[in-house]
């Protein structure tokens, strides 16, 4: 048979096999069959070797010939199938707007997060800068350098958890970020500052204990600070935290730090002073510690204690936060149960 004659069979039978395809996928499998590397158009010149010069060129321009006019003709075919098969994948995949939407879950500042934010709003307008340390301290600023030297018994208090021999430990209080601000201020010129973040101590988990927990220090530096000052300064976060109806009051304590030490007391905000289980019945609840900065913190600081005197106070969160929302246990604020978090996600009504 003619090459002539072949190709005319060929075309025949490409576009019986192209009006029967039923999708471009078969149109491309048609393509391979007769235009891939061992398809029927490049069997044409497979024993070209054997002919003469002049069929040579007779087979080799009808085969390039058939070779183009079958690839146009796929090309169309692919192409028509192409658009078709997308109009019918977007018809059938319309979307129904009128479908219910799903409901997206909004989340919500941890309490302790959100408790922390309340007091420092309050402080910054009162000029406290907001500072942050490493929760990995040198003892020299957890401990030593806070007048709490190494064998000083109120050291049992704050056992914690060391990486480094004794020398690099988990920070038992926010204090050594007040150590650290007093000694970059170069200049020894006043300080306001409050310090929240996390804390450590080898202690049993239970119900009103954690290994670690949350606090908020603060430390006021100037001249002629007194007692006083200290007292106005809780008082107003007291009243903040807990009603404007709270009274409150120091109690004699003991802190290394501080000189003199006090305990700070709310008015009970359940029975206004009357006595009930959760005053234990005193009529007053504690809810931090604090005093006059030890001269030999603000020495250690670089401060002189002739000339500056200074308070500090401090605040356990946790504990904040379980007067204050009602919350009986500790452990309650570590659990990554929503359900808990849930119900303080509201606007409270002033
Ligand atoms: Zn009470």
Redesign the pocket.
Same mark, same amino acid.
């Given at each position: 048979m003619k090459v002539i004659e072949k190709v005319n069979q060929m075309r025949e039978e490409l576009e019986k096999e192209l009006a029967s395809a039923t999708s471009s996928k078969e149109v491309s499998e048609i393509r391979v069959k007769y235009l891939g590397k061992k398809g029927l158009v490049t069997e044409l010149t497979a024993n070209m070797k054997e002919l003469s010069p002049e069929e040579k060129r007779e087979v080799g321009s009808l085969s390039n010939q058939a070779k183009e006019e079958f690839s146009k003709k796929m090309e169309e075919e692919e192409k028509r199938w192409k658009e078709k098969e997308l109009y019918q994948k977007l018809t059938s995949e319309k979307i129904d707007v009128t479908l219910p939407a799903f409901e997206m879950v909004q989340g919500s500042p941890h309490i302790l997060e959100k408790l922390t934010e309340e007091l420092e709003e309050l402080l910054m307008s009162m000029g406290y800068d907001v500072v942050e340390g490493p929760e990995v301290e040198k003892d020299l600023y957890n401990f030593e350098l806070l007048n709490l030297p190494k064998g000083h018994p109120a050291r049992d208090a704050q056992d914690t958890f060391y990486t480094k021999g004794e020398e690099l430990l988990l920070r038992s209080q926010t204090s050594p970020v007040q150590i650290r601000t007093m000694l970059q201020n170069e200049e020894k010129t006043p300080i306001r500052m409050i310090c929240p973040g996390k804390t450590y101590r080898r202690d049993d988990d239970d119900a009103t204990h954690s290994h670690q927990f949350t606090q908020m220090e603060g430390l006021l530096i100037d001249k002629n600070i007194s007692l006083a000052d200290l007292k106005g300064t809780f008082d107003i976060i007291a009243k903040k935290l807990f009603g404007s109806a709270r009274q409150t009051r120091f109690r004699p304590s003991f802190y290394p730090f501080t000189e003199p030490s006090v305990e700070l007391d709310i008015? !009970?905000?359940? !029975?206004? $002073?009357? $006595?009930?289980? +959760? !005053?234990? $019945?005193? $009529?007053? +609840?504690t809810v931090g510690g604090a005093g006059m900065v030890h001269y030999k913190v603000l020495e250690n600081g670089g401060y002189d204690p002739k000339e500056w005197t200074g308070f500090a106070f401090g605040f356990g969160m946790e504990r904040l936060a379980m007067l204050k929302y009602n919350v009986t246990d500790v452990r309650t604020f570590y659990t990554n149960d929503l359900r808990v978090v849930k119900p303080f996600d509201r606007k409270e009504v002033e």
């Open positions: 008015s !009970c905000f359940n !029975c206004d $002073g009357k $006595g009930c289980p +959760i !005053c234990k $019945g005193t $009529g007053w +609840i």
